[in-house]
């Protein structure tokens, strides 16, 4: 019976000691891991969909680009209206499809805001309610004390109640961590939200802007194909009358040189008739004869096609100069035309015997008269601009026996 106060005391201790062991325990108990939700996900996923739909609307971008540097090049070069506007049709294409891919975007992007708004709505009322449970747990756990959770384990009346009561206490722990842990996890979902936010309004008022502009373009586009398709049918029209008076006034100096042609044959034909004088121009002239005015060639004799994709053919050769530069004779011979000649303006038309002539047209100034001899190198008049499609020129034909010919198999080949 002595012995028996040290059994006790000695089961007390070890009591005693195996209640500290489960405080240890619990103490350093690994924290189970919280599964955290990936907040940028949404975020991430929005600003990929929006760069391949920028990168999209840059395509298009790009592709318009090339066709306005394409309409630069045709408007410095020699181009046809037809052209310009099937240009201008390209590029009002792409500005419409750029438009159309704006107003995708932007119903993407309201789409992606109604969302973020959705999604930050149910977070911030999910962390009032975390945060007024969290508080509630504050509360708690500060009126208990520190030593509350010691105190329960240590009044265990036995080992199952002591295990009881550690279950309890260590999942009361842990859904406090957990809790704690999804605040921090709201908190810093609500900002990377409101921040999406930011950057989606900003891509609003860019896409909203950016649109107006290319509707801007898009009806400039449009106004400036319908005044080229305007140009078109009216230069069509004016080019078609141009072409068949051309055809007209070159037919009456065709039939001028016809008839004096007729004239000198039937003159030859007369019995016992004076010796006709030969040409001045002989075979043996041929890449030799002076220029009857210095200056560039503006067009060549035979079939041409126009910047319009009209076509004429040209008797002649059009040899651009200043207004008002000297035009001289090729050779000698006789004025047997000086007059005006419809498109032709002012011409000259000189007879060099044997049936060939020589023709100067588009002339500011006459200084011969019908039936006056010239020698070669003698002022005819002077150039002028009767053509409102081209600069000032000289319109010089040679017609051997009447017939036109490529003037410069005639004249040198290389101009003084």
Known sequence: MPRAPKVQVSRVHAWRLLCFAFLAASAFAA????????????????EARLRQQQQELDKVRRERSALEARLTELQRSARTIAEEVANLER??????????????????????????????????DELAGKRAVLQRRVIDIYKR??????EALLSAQSFGALVARYK?????????????NRVETLRNQISQQRQLLVRLQDEVQRNRAEKAQEEVRLRALEGRRQRNLTGVLQTTVQTRDRLSQLAKDEARVTNVIAGLEATRRRAEAVPNAAPVAPSTIRTTDLGKLDWPVDGNILYRFG???????????????????????????????????????????????????????????????????????VVKGQS????????????????????????????????????P
């Open 145 to 150: 004390g520190q030593l509350h959770d010691a």
């Open 380 to 415: 005819l008049g002077t150039v002028g601009a009767t053509d409102p499609e081209l600069p000032p020129h000289l319109h010089f034909e040679i017609r051997p026996r009447g017939r036109a010919v490529d003037p410069l198999e005639w004249l040198r080949k290389q101009r």
């Open 31 to 46: 924290t189970p891991a919280v599964k955290a939700q990936t907040v940028g996900s949404s975020a991430a996923a929005t």
């Open 303 to 373: 079939r041409v096609i126009n910047p319009n994709n009209t076509t004429i053919r040209w008797n002649g050769l059009g040899i651009g100069a200043a207004a008002g530069t000297t035009v001289r004779s090729i050779s000698s011979g006789e004025v047997v035309l000086a007059d005006l000649n419809g498109t032709y303006g002012l011409t000259v038309i000189l007879q060099h015997g044997g049936g060939d002539y020589s023709v100067y047209s588009s002339l500011a100034r006459l200084d011969v008269r019908k039936g006056q001899q």
């Open 91 to 124: 590029q009002a294409d792409a500005t419409s499809r750029l438009v159309q891919g704006l107003d995708v975007q932007l119903t993407a992007i309201n789409q992606e805001v109604d969302s973020a708004t959705g999604g930050l709505i149910n977070a911030e």
């Open 168 to 180: 309890y206490l260590h999942e009361l722990a842990r859904r406090d961590r957990a809790l704690v």
